[in-house]
């Protein structure tokens, strides 16, 4: 059974609450062979607990709450580090490239956090 945690702080978020209806975020994701739990920052691969930074459970929290859609690179280093971000684009390849280390299966064929070449990633759900 999956709990929800309920999200309540946002203005576009306001009228649909006051009407009764609230927006629910899983508190886990389970994608394949990757689990992500919201509440605990923890992650599991095909079973296995791993370890991840922040920077990196954050970007994989993001490409797993969109599963196929393909998100630039500025795009991520603002959903992960926010408007104060003081790094470059780049920076984000290096978190992708540490996340398949840690969360593929071979991490030279990755199947779950895809390029898209000229554009990103995502999170492959096929």
Do not use: C
Not at 31 to 36: E, F, H, K, P
Not at 52 to 81: C, I, N, W, Y
């Amino acid at each position: 059974m999956s709990k929800t945690i309920l999200v309540a702080d946002d203005k576009a978020n306001a009228v649909p609450r006051r009407a009764g209806h609230v927006t629910a975020v899983p508190e886990t994701l389970s994608l394949g062979g990757i689990q992500l739990s919201v509440e605990s920052r923890t992650v599991k691969s095909f079973g296995r607990p791993v370890s991840l930074t922040p920077s990196e459970f954050d970007l994989l929290h993001v490409l797993m709450s969109a599963p196929g859609k393909v998100f630039s690179r500025s795009e991520l280093l603002l959903k992960f580090q926010g408007n104060t971000h003081a790094g470059s684009e780049r920076s984000v390849d290096v978190h992708i490239r540490n996340l398949r280390i840690k969360v593929e299966p071979n991490s030279s064929e990755p199947i779950y956090i895809e390029t898209v070449f000229g554009v990103g990633y995502r999170f492959n759900i096929d």
